[in-house]
């Protein structure tokens, strides 16, 4: 633990677990022991990301595009 109180979760715990940065934990007391758990009802990774997408796209431009066209679109072609 650091001066801040912070605690760094092993890489193959956060993989078992499926933690990923952002999401939001809770430590409790358990007779005893420390234990973190997801929050319940926060948001997931998906959510959180398309959270901050939202508003920055234009559908209006790419309106009509074949599949082939966004895939050049998006591959800078």
Not at 51 to 62: E, I, K, L, S, V
Request: hydrophobic share 30%.
């Amino acid at each position: 633990m650091n001066s801040k109180g912070q605690v760094t979760i092993p890489a193959v715990l956060r993989a078992r677990h499926n933690l990923h940065e952002g999401d939001e934990l809770d430590v409790v007391d358990d007779g005893g022991k420390l234990c973190i758990i997801r929050r319940h009802g926060s948001d997931t990774r998906g959510q959180r990301l398309v959270r901050g997408m939202r508003g920055h796209g234009n559908a209006r431009d790419t309106a009509g595009m074949s599949t082939d066209e966004l895939m050049e679109l998006l591959r800078g072609e």
